[in-house]
């Protein structure tokens, strides 16, 4: 059973419903962004939603850092909205695995370690990991 509130679920699915229902692909990527920052409050006390927050992280820096695949990375969005919606709070965890492997997001390290941030995030020099392992349909040129 996932560690989230359930209030908090309960308010993540009001959002992932607005993005479904959105029209215009920035609308989805700013409610995306809300969606962010709900999870990023709760990062300390859940586990679980640590997990959302990369996903929705992964999916909000497609769109910011690929101007020309914003029309896929907004229908990836609305496709978890979507996964998210039908997601109860027994099938939380197994939908972040579920999306974090379809995103090729890694698994954390079972040391506790804290593992030393990749180039691209430390300091911006490249934007993302391989094509080959993230978001595939997105990097194709």
């Given at each position: 059973m996932a560690d989230l509130e359930v209030s908090v679920l309960n308010d993540a699915q009001h959002l992932a419903a607005q993005v479904v229902e959105l029209n215009a692909d920035e609308d989805v990527y700013w409610k995306t962004v809300r969606l962010h920052s709900l999870?990023?409050?709760?990062?300390?006390?859940?586990?679980?939603?640590?997990?959302?927050?990369?996903?929705?992280?992964?999916?909000?820096?497609?769109?910011?850092?690929?101007p020309e695949r914003r029309e896929a990375a907004a229908a990836l969005m609305r496709e978890a909205a979507r996964d998210l919606l039908s997601t109860d709070d027994e099938g939380l965890?197994?939908?972040?695995?579920?999306?974090k492997d379809r995103l090729g997001l890694p698994e954390?390290?079972?040391?506790?370690?804290r593992r030393r941030m990749p180039g691209w995030f430390r300091d911006h020099s490249s934007t993302l990991a391989p094509a080959t392992t993230r978001w595939p349909e997105l990097h194709k040129k």
């Open positions: 999870f990023t409050d709760h990062l300390i006390e859940s586990a679980t939603a640590c997990g959302l927050f990369a996903i929705t992280a992964e999916m909000t820096d497609i769109w910011e850092l690929h965890d197994a939908y972040v695995v579920r999306w954390p390290r079972a040391s506790g370690r």
